[in-house]
């Protein structure tokens, strides 16, 4: 924790390190009534006293000048320098010393919490090597790179910005995005998210996106934007904070001088009784650890490769007991491969796929990439009039050949009729070219390794139903959705019906169980609305589209279902420490005011009150630091 201490925290442990020994030959001095050795004594104890806690007495100036009246400073310059009036040298320093040792402790834990976030933010590149007309490289700023150039990515260096390799293979070391140790491989036609870093061989590659829109400023922005968004406990610490300190301080003055009016005589213990109380009701304790727990449970989670947006979020992530699923690319590999080709009415295969190609070019989705994959000596010289017909499919000009790629519901608008294999689980493309129907193209898609024991695990964790919407076929989603052992499994769906069916479990959840919330989890630009409509929305960082990860609160950089689970964990974690926190703090705090309002003699003792601030805050601190470890 002690490590790389900044010059502030520096100073104030070096301030705090000679305020300890200067006040020692303080103690030598003899308790005497005598108004020399007093005098000797105050003046003694003054110098510990300036040296650790000037700057309280300088704040609490400073924020009174500026409206903002009561704080801490003012409870603890106020209760320090009454203690110093009573004569109580040696407890008035001590105080201030033990509270400025307790401000360093709770700057270097915060510090520590957010170091993890801290390290996200080193991925920013620097530059990117940009390739010149005469074949030279030069560095330039990331932002000045346009879509389509090419850059050089060096070993040892930070991919500046997405794109794809043209040449050249390496291993790639994402860590910094997905919290994953082990690096991947990189060839000609993969795609790089920028922020990753280039280990062992040199690569050339298109640039897909600038700077702006790469995964890089995307996820900067993300983890900049994290803490403003305050969780329900956070805004009611601020809010019980804002009411709590002018209460205690007009409470403190009543101690003080309501039972010497009314008792008369006694004004000293009183005071002293009205002091202590101060020091005890200082709120640091909850001001400082609710916060930290948040800032240690998304530091947790970033360095797992979980972005969670907010605390607001990290605490309905705690509360989730339904989690809906888009199918492809989220529970599945979402890498589809071509299994199969069957033609009509004299099509070849390598012509029919050479046409479906054309017309899936300028489409990024993974079936789409998957028919690519298979033809790639098109040129985009000879596509035209590309576009997408939502929820059916693609259709383009092609060699001067109007041809659309889509499902039974694309034919049948076209006025064909295909022959569909209902026994195949395999996703089906059908294709038309000029009104003629030429075949079809099976592809297939791929379990994610870790999706059945991610969902076994949520079970466990106490997800209570579990829902798959697709746009498959039902003999593709209930087969999949069957053997990961889903509850509800809805198949063959546009993206508005997506929308309209997660709206009626939100309406029907919201009913049954108000306390509890619904997740959606997809990776599509077309889960967007829903990932914004559902409690919380869950985008998969790597694969996912940019609509899907804006829309998203919780991004899961490596496209795992297992982050479900550990974020899951993470968020119940932290929402149990903030709770431990607030009521322990509470209960130590209250107690010991309420004692000594009510004049019990052990309550009369700066050393409890000490305890009851100083102590009470650094043991919470310590139990939120216990967010940031979890346990697998």
Known sequence: MFKNMTKKQKKLLKRIL??????????????????????????????????AGYDIVVKAVKNIKNGQIFDENLLMGIATIGAYGLGEFSEAVMVV?????????????????????????????????????????????????????TILIKSGEKIPLDCTVLSGESEIDTSSLTGESV???????????????????????????????????????????????????????TKFAKYYTPTVCALALCMAILPTLIMGGGFREHLKSALIFL?????????????????????????????????????????????????????????????????????????????????????????????????TDIAADKIADASQIIGKGVCAKVDGKEVKVGNVALMSECGLTVDADSNRAETALYVAVDGVYAGVIYVADTVKPDTESALANLKKQGIRKTVMLTGDKKTVGEKIGGKLGIDEIHCELLPADKVEIAEKILDKHKEEHPKTFVAYVGDGIN???????????????GMGSDAAIEAADVVLMDDKPSGLPTAMKIARKTMRIVHQNIVFALTVKIGVMVLTALGFAFAQNMWLAIFADVGVSMLAILNALRTFRIKD
């Open 18 to 51: 000679l305020a300890a020994l200067l006040t020692i030959p303080c103690f030598l001095i003899p308790k005497k009534d005598d108004a020399l050795f007093v005098a000797i004594r105050a003046v003694a104890f003054a110098i510990p006293y300036a040296v």
């Open 97 to 149: 010393l033990l509270y400025q040792a307790g401000e360093l402790f709770q700057s270097l834990a915060v510090a520590n919490s957010r170091r993890s976030i801290s390290e996200l933010m080193n991925i920013r590149p620097d530059y990117a090597n940009l390739a010149s007309s005469d074949g030279s490289y030069k560095q330039v700023s990331p932002e000045s790179v346009k879509v389509g150039d």
């Open 183 to 237: 690096p991947r491989k990189a060839g000609i036609g993969d795609s790089l998210a920028s922020g990753c870093v280039n280990i062992s061989g040199t690569l050339t590659a298109r640039v897909d996106k600038l700077f702006g829109e790469s995964t890089v400023s995307k996820i900067l922005e993300m983890t900049e934007n994290s803490a403003s968004r305050k969780s329900k406990s956070e805004a009611f610490i």
């Open 279 to 375: 020091v005890v009701s200082c709120p640091c304790a909850l001001v400082i650890s609710v916060p930290l727990s948040f800032f240690c449970g998304i530091g947790c989670a970033s360095k797992n490769g979980i972005l969670i947006k907010g605390a607001n979020y990290m605490e309905e992530l705690s509360k989730i007991d339904t989690m809906i699923f888009d199918k492809t690319g989220t529970l599945t590999e979402g890498k589809f491969k071509v299994t199969d080709v069957k033609c009509e009415n004299g099509f070849e295969r390598a012509s029919l796929l050479h046409l479906a190609a054309g017309a899936e070019f300028y489409s990024d989705h993974p079936i789409a990439r998957a028919v690519k994959n298979e033809c």
């Open 527 to 541: 889960d967007a609305p829903v990932l914004s409509r559902a409690d919380i929305g869950i985008a998969m960082g």
